[in-house]
């Protein structure tokens, strides 16, 4: 029998004991950056806009005017006539005097006030919401989206991983060196 056919058995033992060793070591190193390309979004950006102005108001008449024109005009028509004429009279004198009464009080000062209005108004406002970054590890180029610019060198996660035996084995085994996957790339702490 083949001696090298015989060892077949204790290879695949010795490959597939050090396998799990072997997934589970990994390493960090560092990708040099090419370029970090910023992803713009459009987002809206509701806003209270509040304008001030002021108001004029003028502060309405007391009334004291109309009172003592009615009184004064209802004293001088009492003075007029007599019988059912006097209580016309004084009628008219009450009405005519408050009216009288009501123009000669003086106008108030006009008083201004502040006046305050808002409105919702909707901006749009350009905001990074990614970052498009070409690295390079290894001679070969990759790409990967960020939520951050991780500036020149980025943290990639090595993890070596070991090539598919053949199925049928005619020749000597020859044990395959451990393959190294593409980069997996660490969140920048």
């Known amino acids: 029998m083949n001696p090298t056919l015989t060892r077949l058995p204790l290879y695949a033992a010795l490959l597939l004991g050090f396998a799990p060793m072997l997934s589970q070591a990994q390493s960090q190193e560092m990708a040099r950056v090419i370029s970090s390309t910023p992803v713009v979004t459009q987002v809206a950006a509701p806003q209270q806009v509040c304008t001030q102005s002021q108001i004029i108001t003028a502060a309405p008449k007391s009334g004291a005017g109309a009172l003592i024109g009615a009184v004064a005009g209802g004293a001088i028509g009492s003075t007029i006539g007599g019988g059912s004429g006097r209580a016309l009279a004084t009628a008219?004198?009450?009405?005519?005097?408050?009216?009288?009464?009501d123009s000669m009080e003086s106008s108030?000062?006009?008083?201004y006030q502040p006046m305050t209005s808002c409105t919702q108004q909707v901006s749009y406002e350009n905001r990074v919401t990614a970052y498009n970054v070409v690295y390079e590890y290894a001679g070969k180029q990759y790409s990967i989206q960020l939520p951050n610019d991780p500036g020149p060198y980025l943290p990639v996660r090595i993890s070596p991983s070991i090539a598919a035996a053949p199925a049928a084995v005619t020749a000597p085994p020859v044990v395959a060196p451990a393959v190294v996957s593409a980069p997996v790339v660490v969140a920048p702490a």
């Open 92 to 101: 008219v004198g009450v009405i005519g005097g408050a009216m009288a009464g």
């Open 108 to 111: 108030p000062v006009p008083v």
